[in-house]
């Protein structure tokens, strides 16, 4: 480990408050985005696309297309299937099928807006004049919408490979679970619908590459979260080496989860730049991005808790349905929700008995795709307002029903063998209470109702699966490793270069990881600069998400900053005649311990360590660079969000008075970021549980095509969120920092819908289904009513 202290000094930079160093160019109107870059003579493409949910494509007819002046080329799913091969995602595990998707559809379409041609063109406007020009006949075939249906004998079948239209059914059983429910005094079930959500990043997906056939060398930029796993993962497609391709990032305005996959377009692009040998461009439009990117989170679940009359929670039950879409999302398939969901049925609670079943069915919709705190969210929701209900029922508080269920602070592994490394479960539920002034809020609350005003508080711990690495990949059975290397290098005037292959699209990595840098190599954080998303660079990664860039990039980066900071250690030892232990490095300075006088500039050190021949230590090296890898197991962080709502049962509105969240995500690197990512969570958090949500009708129209209709919270809905901290190192990783950027979307929707039914517990209201809009609300009451 290389974790002890470095110097005599508390660090400079890790957990401070440092502003973010990348936001300037934002501010300024500088960022770079996919749809900003352009290239001499690049073409435009559109993509036809289907506006059936299911049906055989008979004909296509591209003449009329190809025909209009501007249009370079049109192809079809016959085409492309020659020039490249289908994207199939795919676990190593008995339970789950393959299931491909090919780079355009040749004989079926299964979901509206699936594309079926592509038309490139000298402009994205002549692009979308040619594709309105393209003729395809379909052949309507019934549409499956609703993934019992389609489970059930005799649906039709999606993919005729897919039997059942089921990608996976895996179970979950302790051993002791029907016995635990057979001798508890009570049962409580609950069936719960969680929406249907997308990430909805402000920018959409879009991809640029171009072939420069001279060099037989392809470049693709991409709006996406995983630059190098991306290159990895897409030459195979390509039929190309991974030497003649580089992938690049540019600025990303937001993924969310949706752009930690690899989409067909990410290979059609490229693959028509080739053939076209030309730049092509695509930049998804809003009405693609709703219907045919990816959707998230729509799981029906039904939970059972066994409990004893006094509230000890015995055993858990779950049965997950994912409602998967069309496809299996590539690469992660079709369980990134509901085995997410499901193996996080434990979260905070004791409970030695577990079982659960999870099947990931295909229906007649876009297929679903990472979304913060995938599963979790959804399963977190089902589970967290049933307890809510059972505490109402038991006629117990919720918060002491949840307390008196919780694990202790130490480390503890789950009956399906999570390993929590630990943290302040019972002590953040203690300090959200105290932060609400819980007695007084339970006061007001029966005060106002006494004036036929409905307050409801909302109360929702929650532990976040976070830091994807191998552990975590191989528990899922994904098929690969999972780590990041950074290289950290002392450039010759003593600046620093930290290049990662996380990737920042927004989370603040080029300000906390340089933190984590600078502190290491006791250089000033304005002279340390953080590269990523560029597969040219000598690193490779994994990618941003799962939360696991803190600790992955962060412990590599760790590593790397160490092996260069012993370099600098010797020379200043060299330098100054002291032993290199003697030596440290702080504030840009080199100096003796206790002995601040005896100095040296570090980049006085790199200019040695370049340049000064034989002033260098005997044996080493010119190079002040190191690259190391990082691939640690899976973090377990916690914390609280609380909501305080009023409920106004004349119009079913919900006033989302005041929401508080704690979050202990260990060894901060940087409190005012963490805070930030806990406010977006949130928001998202809050967007679920009371808007967000894709519908579709029988015939699988998408009835959500627009912002208008899939509504996200802006900044009038959200209220101030209020942060607190509680600072638990994980015991397992470098620098003891646990990942935490999805925990807010995890726990807010609950918060929010134990809110809404606290506040009308006068009504009897339990919830089932989120969102919960103001019809939700009025039909709630007007049950209770009745
Ligand atoms: N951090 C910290 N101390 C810790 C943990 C984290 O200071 N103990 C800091 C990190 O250094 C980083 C940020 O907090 O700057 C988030 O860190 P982490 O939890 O490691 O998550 P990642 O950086 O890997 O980000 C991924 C995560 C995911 S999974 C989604 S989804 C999501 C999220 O980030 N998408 C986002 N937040 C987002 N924020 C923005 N702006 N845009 C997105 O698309
Ligand atoms: S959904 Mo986040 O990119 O793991």
Redesign the pocket.
Known sequence: TVTEPLTVRPPQYVGARVLRVEDNKYLMGRGRYLDDLALPGMLQAAFVRSPHAHARIASIDISAAKALKGVVEVLTGAELAKMGTPLVADLQREEVLPVGKELLATDKVRHVGEAVAIVIAESRYLAEDGAQLVSVEYEPLPALVDPEQALSHGAVLLHDDVPGNNVAHIEFDSGGVEEAFAKADRVFTKRFHAGRQHAA?LETRGVMADYNPGTGHLTIWSSTQLPHFLRTLIAPHLQMSERHLTVIAPDVG????LKCHVFVEEAIIPLVAKRLRRPVKWVEDRVENLAASGHAKEIVMDIDIAVTNDGRFLAFRGRYIGDCGAYSGYPWTALIDPLAAANLLPSLYDVREMSFQVDAVLTNKCQTTAY?GPGMAPGHLARETLIDDIAHELGMDPVELRIKNCIGPEPYVTVNNMRFDGGSYVESIRKAQELVDYDRFREAQAAARAEGRYLGIGFSPFVEA?TWGSEGAKALGFPAEFYDTASVTVEPDGTVTVTTG?FN?????HT??AQLAADRLGVRIENVRVVDGDTSKAVWGAG????????VAGGSILYAATEVRNKLLALAGSLLEASPDDIELYDGQASIKGVPEKSLPIAQLAGVGYFGGALRPEGQEPTLSATRYYDPPQTYSNGVVVAIVEVDAETGRVDLQRVVAVED??????PL??EG?VH??VAQGIGAALYESLEYDESGQLLSGTLMDFLYPSSTEVPTIEVSHIVTPSPVTEGG??????GGTIAAPAAVINAIADALTPFGAVIRHAPVRPADVLALIEAGRA
């Open positions: 990043p937001g993924g969310f989860g913060r976070g996380t699209h927004g989370q603040g990595h906390s990881l941003t998400y799962a939360s696991r860039s803190a600790v995500c260990g060894t901060m690197l940087n970021i963490v990512q977006g969570a920092m646990k990942g935490m950027a999805e």
